[in-house]
């Protein structure tokens, strides 16, 4: 593996935004290329009090500007420094279940949704990252280790 460590560069990324945009809150991490742990990422930060985001990349140890850009598109919330299982350890936490590779890091977020104990989850991919639906996802959960496929709706 690469030894990268996403949480040490999320509190980077969040140091950096913060200095130039004192109300961020980092909300969403993206790989730059299909890799199980990516050498890039993008950084998104919601700006409190305005419809806007700031991001800023990562590239193979080099940082990019802070950046504003208009409003993330979805339903995306929440402080994704509260994660604590690293890319890394995610991976390994889905070999373990019983998932093989090929699996690729897609994001990191944390989607608004009805369950109210949801926590920001890491979104791996076995073939590609641009799949509309999350049948084609793994996911695994930031703060507790728990590997899932999206859960189904119920019917009826």
């Known amino acids: 593996m690469s030894e990268i460590s996403l ?26 290329e299909l890799a199980p742990v990516p050498t890039s990422f993008q950084f998104t930060f919601k700006i409190a009090g305005e419809n806007a985001t ?7 140890g080099s940082w990019g500007s802070v950046v504003r850009r208009g409003p993330i598109l979805g339903l995306v919330f929440d402080d994704l420094l509260r994660c604590e299982i690293d890319i890394e350890e995610a991976i390994e936490l ?40 999350s049948d084609h996802y793994i996911f695994v959960d930031a703060v507790t280790g728990e590997v899932l496929l999206f859960p189904e709706e119920e019917e009826g």
């Open 7 to 32: 949480l040490a560069l999320m509190r980077e990324a969040t140091r950096r935004v913060e200095m130039e945009i004192e109300s961020a809150m980092l909300i969403q991490v993206t790989g730059g």
């Open 94 to 133: 889905i070999r373990k279940a019983g998932y093989e590779d090929p699996v690729y890091m897609c994001g990191l977020f944390q989607a608004l949704t009805r369950v109210p104990t949801i926590y920001p989850r890491y979104n791996f991919t076995p073939d590609n990252c641009g799949w509309n639906t």
């Open 54 to 60: 700031a991001v800023i990349t990562y590239e193979q």
